[in-house]
Structure formats: C-alpha cells, structure tokens
C-alpha cells in the first residue's frame, strides 16, 4: 500500500524585472503567491544574485511554515534562440543553483507545455494562442474561493507551472498512475515516438519528461 505523502509544490516563472512565484498543494489548492523585482538600472550580475538569494529564502519559509509537508519544484524553462535568451538563460542558471543548494527536486516545464495546461482547464479550441489575459484568467477560475486575489502574469503562470509539476510529482513518486493521467499529460510526460521509416526505423524516441532524468527533471533531495 502507497502512502501518501503531504506535498506542496512551488510554481516558478523566472524573470529578472519580475521573477512570479505560487505555492500550491498537490492537489492543486491554492497556498500563496508572490513576485521578486529588481531594477533594470542594477547590474546584471547582482540582479542574478538578488533573485537566487530571495528563491532560497522563499524556499526555506516555506519549509519553516510547513515542517511536516515535502517541498518540490516546477520551473518554466527559457525559450531558446527567443529575444534575451541568454539574458534569461543566466537568471535560470541562478535560479538552478538555488534550488539544488536548497536540495528541491525540480522539474523544467517548457512555456508551451505550461500554455497547454491552462488552455486545456479553460476548454480553449485547438490552436487558440493563450495570451497573457487568458493565463490570468484561468487561474483566477481555478483558485476561486481559494482566497487568491489580484493576480498578475507572472503569478498566473507560475501558477500554472505548479500545476503542471504537481501532476508530474505525483506520478514519479507513485501517488498516481498513467491510467489517471489526461492525454495532455501523457503526451507531456510519458509519451514516446516510435520510428517506422529511415535507418531509426523500429527504434523508439523517449519524449516525455519522465524519460529524461538528469535532463529535464532532477531529484536534489537525494543529492
């Protein structure tokens, strides 16, 4: 018999102007949410370090005010080769390194994944463009009565980013199984590709997350 475990899941958008962060249960209640700034005037590298140092002490309140419940971790992944990537790609450098000091077992979310999350609870058509009113607005509906006020962009997705982790958790550590997974989910993290055509014919592409350990997922709890 599994036991099961009290989980809460820490949502994260990076951003250096403004860096959104939720803290939900595995269930998908709503805990808490906020926003770290910094100034576009400060030097880059102390902005990194502004943020890094503010995603550990988030982490570690947390911790404090919920002793008995096992912290875990979704991030949005940059878009490469997108306009300040490496800009981004830094600060999640930055961001990476906190959570394995703090040894969070995180999981990366790329922004389309997280987009398809949100659009899929909001029933959008196939091919709708989620745009940032759209995010909001799903996670004001999702959080309803929750005591979830003002959402902003950044919030909203980062809600959404713990969304999507929470499920992923839940089915690495057993707490759920594919059956219970929605083809959204399966298609994101347990989905693979088999070749019929070419020299890779018969082989098969492991796509989904859980395939990709040390790559897309990490457990620095063990670490």
């Known amino acids: 018999m599994i036991i099961k475990e009290l989980q809460m899941i820490l949502g994260l958008d990076p951003s250096l102007r403004n860096f959104g962060w939720t803290l939900i249960r595995d269930d998908g209640h709503f805990l808490d949410k906020g926003t770290m700034k910094t100034d576009a005037k400060t030097m880059f590298v102390e902005r990194y370090i502004t943020l890094r140092e503010g995603l550990r002490e988030i982490v570690q309140q947390v911790r404090e005010d919920h002793p008995d419940e096992i912290l875990r971790v979704g991030i949005e992944s940059p878009i490469f080769n997108d306009l300040y990537s490496e800009g981004m790609y830094g ?48 996670a004001k509906q999702a959080t309803q009565g929750q005591g979830a006020k003002r959402w902003n962009n950044h919030q909203a997705d980062a809600f959404w980013v713990a969304k999507a982790a929470s499920r992923f958790w839940l089915l690495v550590e057993e707490q759920i199984t594919i059956d219970d997974l929605s083809d959204l989910e399966r298609r994101h993290f347990t989905d693979f590709e088999r070749y019929v055509r070419g020299k890779k014919a018969g082989k098969v592409k492991r796509k989904g997350i859980t395939h990709k350990e040390d790559d897309r997922f990490f457990r620095w709890s063990e670490t």
């Open 91 to 138: 600060l999640f450098l930055y961001s990476n390194e906190a959570l394995m000091l703090e040894k969070c077992d995180t999981v990366y979310l790329s922004p389309n994944q997280v987009k398809a999350h949100a659009s899929a609870f909001l029933n959008r058509p196939k091919g709708w463009k989620m745009g940032k009113g759209d995010m909001v607005d799903a």
